[in-house]
């Protein structure tokens, strides 16, 4: 069983950057794959970054490559999401999520355990 904790979620301006934070408990996140998702109002929830057991591979959505960072600290066992140049476009509450898969998830139904989500609003 594992317990996600999102944070680091903000208003800020277009151009911005935030850095946000998946604090997990019950299990070591080294033996899960992660992801990021986001969910905007009225839209489906689509996938993000995605990070494999120990950090091997990441993979990005195309609307964000280049522009966002997915990581992880082992110490911390916790997983991270740094969002530079943010868009307005990226507006919405995102969602970090863990399974015992291998390889990377790009879907959400990749993923069992899901954190409570923390809001990303920008501004133009």
């Known amino acids: 069983q594992v317990q996600l904790v999102e944070s680091g979620g903000g208003s800020v301006q277009a151009g911005a950057s935030l850095r946000l934070s998946c604090a997990a408990s019950?299990?070591?996140?080294?033996?899960?794959?992660m992801g990021w998702f986001r969910q905007a109002p009225g839209k489906e929830r689509e996938f993000v970054a995605a990070?494999?057991?120990?950090?091997?591979?990441?993979h990005y959505a195309d609307s964000v490559k280049g522009r966002f960072t997915i990581s992880g600290d082992k110490a911390k066992n916790t997983m991270y999401l740094q969002m530079d140049t943010l868009k307005p476009e990226d507006t919405a509450v995102y969602y970090c999520?863990?399974?015992?898969?291998w390889g990377i998830g790009l879907g959400p139904q990749h993923y069992g355990y899901w954190g409570q989500g923390t809001q990303v609003t920008v501004s133009s």
């Open positions: 999520a863990a399974s015992a898969g």
């Open positions: 019950g299990r070591t996140t080294s033996n899960y794959r």
């Open positions: 990070i494999s057991r120990a950090g091997g591979s990441t």
